[in-house]
């Protein structure tokens, strides 16, 4: 009993203590928001320098007077489509439009073309990856 | 002499922890590094390897068995190919496809489910790395 009011009594060198305690929180949290950012920062940077998307095909389609654009998803990171622009002009689209790796599928535009008429089509990802290239109207 | 600095030295503990907080961020600056650094050069061989992709479709022939695409791998790497086109004005029609041709190989590929039809069209090869080939093919019948 008496060693403990002799502990717990003491107070001396509590001020130390409770420095070094809180510098000791301080550094971890700071190593670990500065580890977290860099997690963040580093995935980033690799799915945006890892995404790879191509336009296999662009049909002109006569029976829904549509242009359909049929893309690949040939990078290592899965791809979020955010806009789509027909000669500079946005697009609706059926959003959100997501292709996995290896994914392929049908992207389906309501859009009015004139036969014989060259089209400026520019996918573009949510990283800012543009796929972009002229085709002609049959 | 030599010892009493040795000696000093130890004893002396002020500027550890400064010691201690670059010794960490070079971790972090070395992980950053190097991921991205190992990433892009992945990618850059991908690019690379993508470059070298050189497929071309030599002749596309309607036989009885089916229609066969002669192709040629021109490159000098091996090419997947995974995906094959017949464009016409009525329809873009897709195969699934799944043939290596080694660099500098030909083959012949059969497609004997294909709904051909008799006019011009446009006949198209995807590798798995993004490349496509391009054939305008008139078709003739057997």
């Known amino acids: 009993m008496r060693t403990f009011f002799k502990i717990f009594g003491n107070k001396r060198a509590i001020t130390p203590v409770l420095s070094s305690l809180l510098l000791t929180v301080v550094a971890v949290a700071a190593m670990a928001i500065a580890t977290s950012a860099t997690y963040v920062i580093t995935t980033n940077l690799r799915e945006t320098i890892s995404e790879r998307v191509i336009v296999e095909d662009v049909w002109f389609n006569n029976y829904t007077n549509s242009i359909d654009i049929y893309?690949?998803?040939?990078?290592?990171?899965?791809?979020?489509?955010?806009?789509?622009?027909?000669?500079?002009?946005?697009?609706?689209?059926?959003?959100?439009?997501?292709?996995?790796?290896?994914?392929?599928?049908?992207?389906?535009?309501?859009q009015n073309w004139i036969p014989n008429s060259s089209y400026y089509v520019d996918v573009l990802t949510t990283r800012g990856t543009h796929v972009a290239a002229y085709y002609e109207a049959p | 002499m030599?010892?009493?600095?040795?000696?000093?030295?130890?004893?002396?503990?002020?500027?550890?922890?400064?010691?201690?907080?670059?010794?960490?961020?070079?971790?972090?600056?070395?992980?950053?590094?190097?991921?991205?650094?190992?990433?892009?050069?992945?990618?850059?061989?991908?690019?690379?390897?993508?470059?070298?992709?050189?497929?071309?479709?030599?002749?596309?022939?309607?036989?009885?068995?089916?229609?066969?695409?002669?192709?040629?791998?021109?490159?000098?790497?091996?090419?997947?190919?995974?995906?094959?086109?017949?464009?016409?004005?009525?329809?873009?029609?897709?195969?699934?496809?799944?043939?290596?041709?080694?660099?500098?190989?030909?083959?012949?590929?059969?497609?004997?489910?294909?709904?051909l039809v008799d006019n011009a069209s446009i006949v198209k090869v995807i590798t798995e790395r993004g490349t496509i080939s391009v054939f305008n093919a008139s078709w003739q019948n057997p």
């Open chain 1, 71 to 110: 893309v690949r998803n040939v990078g290592q990171v899965t791809v979020y489509i955010s806009a789509i622009f027909v000669n500079h002009t946005s697009q609706s689209f059926p959003s959100p439009f997501t292709l996995e790796i290896e994914d392929h599928q049908w992207l389906n535009i309501s």
């Open chain 2, 2 to 115: 030599l010892l009493l600095t040795m000696k000093r030295l130890r004893l002396d503990k002020r500027g550890i922890s400064n010691v201690i907080v670059v010794m960490l961020s070079l971790v972090l600056v070395v992980i950053i590094v190097s991921n991205v650094i190992s990433t892009s050069y992945q990618m850059n061989q991908f690019d690379w390897e993508r470059m070298q992709e050189n497929v071309e479709i030599v002749n596309v022939a309607k036989t009885i068995e089916g229609t066969i695409l002669t192709l040629q791998n021109k490159g000098s790497v091996t090419v997947h190919l995974v995906s094959l086109w017949i464009d016409n004005t009525t329809s873009h029609q897709r195969y699934d496809m799944d043939l290596y041709v080694n660099a500098g190989d030909s083959a012949n590929y059969t497609l004997s489910d294909m709904a």
